[in-house]
């Protein structure tokens, strides 16, 4: 199930409404600057963002104003422009062992889902998994981790509620260390009531780890919810200003009509889409692909 047909549902409420504003361009003469606005405007209430919506109607101004084109060529246009503002994500390499990845982001983005998810794919893989509760502030927070951890026959390590989460981290390394694991993913609180202490305990949570070993984490991956529009990105941008972020993760681009948000944070962040969460089940996320991304979205 490649990313492409599932995205292609999920996407089609975001493509219904580029196609519906291309309908009223494509075949109806030459390319206005009015028509172009009225697009740009479409594109952004499709969730598009507004820097990406400025970047595609400008190619488009380049390449069409002025010209009838039918509206496969408007849609090529668009889908290779799009294609140059999103990456495909860098080959996944195992820089340690065990390879330490840190998942940030804020309450309700989808990191312990994502972790759960991530554990099974890295396992189906032939990796031995440690997952580490360093979501210290509730014990219903480590409770469904551990859940997780058991679906996807994971290492886990935590420690009792309200403990120091970077000593849960350095701990479930070393553990990982002495059990021969590959991989360790860390789970973060995400608490939004307090930005400044929430970004205090995930740097403390970094350097104890660089006291282990100073490569650790390999990977910070800030997980983001698709549906909160540019919200996400103001988000993103704090995070990426803490801390050397490596990757995203996308979630929750099923079901709703969200699906342009992904260029919206690909046109504002340079920084990679490495996965996309498409539901609530393990195996419900999918690695990013930008040529089925933008298939899913310009294609009829
Ligand atoms: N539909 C959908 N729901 C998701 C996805 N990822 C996470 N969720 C749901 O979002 C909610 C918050 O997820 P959780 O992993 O607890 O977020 P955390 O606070 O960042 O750890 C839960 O109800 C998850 O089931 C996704 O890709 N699609
Ligand atoms: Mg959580």
Request: with cysteine.
């Amino acid at each position: 199930m490649g990313l492409f047909s599932v995205i292609k549902s999920g996407l089609s409420k975001t493509r219904n409404a580029i196609l519906g504003e291309l309908k009223g361009i494509a075949g109806k003469g030459k390319v206005s600057d009015e028509m172009l606005e009225d697009l740009e405007e479409r594109l952004i209430k499709a969730d598009v963002g507004t820097e990406a919506a400025f970047l595609l109607t400008d190619a488009l101004r380049e390449q069409a104003l002025g010209k009838s084109l039918s509206q496969d060529e408007i849609l090529d246009i668009l889908r290779s422009e799009a294609e140059l503002f999103l990456m495909d994500p860098p080959p996944f390499v195992l820089k340690g062992k065990p390879h330490v990845i840190l998942v940030i982001g804020v309450n309700g983005a989808g990191k312990t889902t994502t972790i759960g998810k991530l554990a099974k794919h890295y396992k189906d893989q032939g990796h031995k998994v440690m997952i580490a509760a360093a979501d210290t502030f509730r014990a219903a927070a480590m409770e469904q981790l551990e859940v997780w951890a058991n679906r996807s026959e994971a290492e886990f390590v935590h420690h009792a509620e309200g403990s120091d989460p970077a000593a849960v981290a350095f701990d479930a390394c070393v553990a990982a260390k002495a059990r021969g694991c590959d991989i360790v993913l860390i789970d973060t609180a995400g608490r939004l009531q307090n930005k400044d202490y929430l970004m205090e305990e995930l740097a403390k949570v970094v350097r104890v780890l660089k006291k282990q070993d100073a490569a650790y984490p390999h990977d910070i991956w800030l997980v983001i919810d698709g549906n909160t529009g540019q919200n996400t990105i103001n988000q993103a941008k704090i995070f990426n200003q803490s801390f050397p972020l490596t990757g995203l993760v996308v979630t929750k681009l099923d079901g709703t009509a969200r699906g342009g948000s992904i260029l919206s944070i690909a046109s504002s962040l340079k920084i990679p889409i490495l996965w996309v969460g498409m539901g609530e089940r393990i195996d419900q996320l999918v690695p990013f692909n930008k040529g089925e991304y933008v298939d899913g979205l310009f294609k009829e």
